[in-house]
């Protein structure tokens, strides 16, 4: 099956910096997206990818999906506190029926006054 | 427009009783997943459903079972409950399309005592 490698597992930062994150697969995903969840609540949608090279904003939050289709970054500008949270990946390979998201382990953000 | 929702928020069991797991996905959509997310850890994919059938599932077993009813909203059933089953249950929701990006509920907290 496909293998999703986050990193890093988890962050200290001051109020204020740049913050990036990264995925990379054993396999080709189809489309790639970005999930913020916060303590005992579902992931929220923060990016969605769908073509290889694509880069796309939302906001302080920039995606990449990657040329080769096996990696993806994320980039949090001018961190605040309220971006504290755990961000997944997660990577969607098409095949048949076999139609599920695959998820990273998660990045923990913690945003330091 | 109303997200995806579940029921109940939270849930309490004793070893070797049974969970009935509620979800009503975002208006529109026809395909439900069930994710087991343990404590401190990432999401495990359970289930999927689409227009009533299953489609594809986890690598759990067979006393994880659910069911989508014809207004696509969907019961995920856990028999003989084990400590271990103690997680957040995440549905999330999807248009059966090519991009397939998925939508979360909040989740349901499941407690086995």
């Known amino acids: 099956g496909q293998q999703l490698n986050q990193s890093p597992q988890s962050m200290f930062i001051q109020e204020g910096e740049d913050v990036s994150m990264n995925c990379t697969s054993s396999?080709?995903?189809?489309?790639w997206l970005w999930y913020k969840q916060d303590p005992g609540e579902g992931p929220v949608l923060l990016i969605a990818l769908y073509k290889a090279g694509e880069l796309t904003s939302n906001g302080r939050l920039t995606a990449q999906f990657g040329i080769t289709r096996k990696d993806s970054f994320l980039n949090i500008s001018a961190s605040i506190p309220s971006d504290v949270g755990i961000y997944f990946c997660?990577?969607?390979?098409?095949?048949?029926?076999?139609?599920?998201?695959?998820f990273g382990s998660g990045t923990q953000l913690t945003v330091l006054p | 427009e109303a997200g995806v929702t579940q029921s109940p928020t939270h849930l309490i069991k004793t070893r070797g009783q049974q969970a009935t797991l509620r979800c009503s996905p975002i208006s529109g959509h026809t395909s439900v997943y069930w994710y087991q997310q343990a404590l401190g850890l990432g999401l495990q994919f359970l289930l999927w459903y689409d227009e009533g059938e299953e489609r594809n599932r986890g690598n759990f077993p067979p006393r994880f079972s659910g069911r989508q009813f014809p207004n696509y909203s969907s019961e995920l059933n856990v028999n003989a409950l084990e400590l271990e089953d103690s997680a957040l249950y995440l549905c999330?929701?999807?248009?059966?399309?090519?991009?397939?990006?998925?939508?979360f509920g909040p989740g349901t907290r499941l407690t086995v005592l």
């Open positions: 396999s080709i995903f189809n489309t």
């Open positions: 999330a929701s999807s248009l059966v399309a090519a991009t397939d990006t998925q939508y």
């Open positions: 997660a990577g969607h390979f098409f095949s048949g029926s076999a139609r599920q998201l695959t």
